[in-house]
């Protein structure tokens, strides 16, 4: 099954029976694919003597520690084929992923992350305030995820500012001139979940006690990358939407989860609280003790998979992170697939996500 038999499906349309077929077909072409052009990848699937015609549901398909990104060059094209190479975040002495990406896989991803977002913005680009700065899209052959999720989520934006300096300081001149000419309009959001704190709220505030007020009750605000600095703090979640509310007025407030290792495929929070898998990727929790999947309900570490990646083998990748499946199919805001929580990292992980790695300059 090829990527374009799925683009056009709704994202969140398929009921759990229909989208295993579907996942199960796509994934297996995947595999079949990555062990005939990554040489790396054969010699570990060898290792297990892995047999296709043992696999009946992609639960039984073989996975990769996201770890490994780190460790080996696993791609699946030519070096003259990859157009970009993306990093995920790290602290300073750790070693990064690297994701190379040829032309057909980057286009997939954004087709991808067109369709989930706007499943959740509506379909019209709007004016965007990106609360971060400058300075971190400026390497275009060299993307941290970082700047892959900036640039990505960009694509949303009509008109587009930074609302933070390259020293990370809220530009209230510039925000202040943007709110002026879109104030009639919906606006869009995006930022990492650390840094809209740290940077954006805390200043809000600080402006409020002088006297100074933004009025962002037509914004929606999309945020990411790791939520373990502000829990330090004492920041629930329920605690960011309602300060934020306070503040300057917004309600609409989406997290999601996703990762360098798989961009495209994320997993957005819905009007409930929950995060979603839609048809173009899903998420298996899995028992430390065995790896066999768990109940719904029940703790274990994350995997997902995803039907985008074509340059790499980063279909099928276990996850340092802790979960649980809360549902499947009945989530109250309409949409199908599976929708679970992240509990956090497992002991002794190294820190990862934009902005738990960007909060450990704040030790």
């Known amino acids: 099954m090829s990527f374009d038999e799925i683009v056009d499906i709704s994202p969140y349309s398929l009921n759990a029976s229909e989208k295993e077929k579907l996942l199960t077909k796509r994934l297996i072409g995947l595999t079949e694919h990555h062990y005939e052009r990554c040489l790396p990848y054969r010699r570990m699937l060898n290792a297990i003597n892995y047999n296709k015609n043992k696999v009946n549901s992609y639960e039984d398909l073989p996975f990769l520690p996201v770890s490994l990104f780190k460790e080996l060059e696993l791609r699946s094209v030519p070096d003259d084929e990859v157009i970009k ?13 690297k994701i190379y990406l040829d032309r057909r896989t980057s286009a997939n991803q954004q087709k991808t992350m067109v369709k989930i977002v706007s499943d959740f913005t509506g379909s019209a680009r709007m004016p965007m305030i990106i609360i971060d ?5 400026k390497n275009r052959a060299m993307f941290s995820a970082r700047g892959a999720g900036i640039r990505g989520f960009s694509i949303f934006g009509s008109k587009k500012i930074y609302a933070l300096d390259d020293e990370m300081k809220l530009d209230v001149d510039v925000l202040c001139a943007f709110l002026e000419r879109h104030k009639r309009e919906r606006i869009l959001l995006f930022g990492f979940t650390f840094m809209i704190w740290q940077h ?7 402006l409020k006690q002088e006297g100074m007020t933004f009025d962002l009750s037509n914004g929606i605000l999309i945020h990411g990358g790791g939520w373990k600095k502000l829990l330090a703090e004492a920041v629930s979640h329920d605690e960011f939407h309602k300060r934020l509310k306070d503040v300057c007025g917004l309600q609409q407030i989406y997290d999601y989860y996703g990762m360098v290792e798989q961009t495209g495929c994320i997993y957005m929070e819905c009007e409930c609280g929950h995060l979603h898998a839609s048809i173009f990727s899903d998420v298996i929790t899995r028992r430390a003790i065995d790896f066999k999947p768990c109940e719904v309900g029940e703790k274990g570490i994350i995997q997902v998979v ?8 980063g279909h099928s990748l276990l996850t340092e992170d802790e979960g649980i499946i809360e549902g499947i199919d009945d989530c109250s805001c309409g949409r199908k697939g599976k929708y ?11 820190i990862r996500g934009c902005s738990d790695t960007y909060a450990e300059r704040f030790r």
């Open 85 to 97: 190479t993306m990093m995920s975040s790290g602290t300073t002495g750790q070693a990064v992923s």
């Open 306 to 313: 995803s039907t985008i990646p074509e340059s790499y083998p």
């Open 133 to 137: 700065c400058p300075s971190v899209v």
């Open 200 to 206: 954006f709220y805390k200043e809000l505030i600080r």
């Open 340 to 350: 679970f929580k992240i509990i956090g990292r497992l002991k002794d992980a190294e």
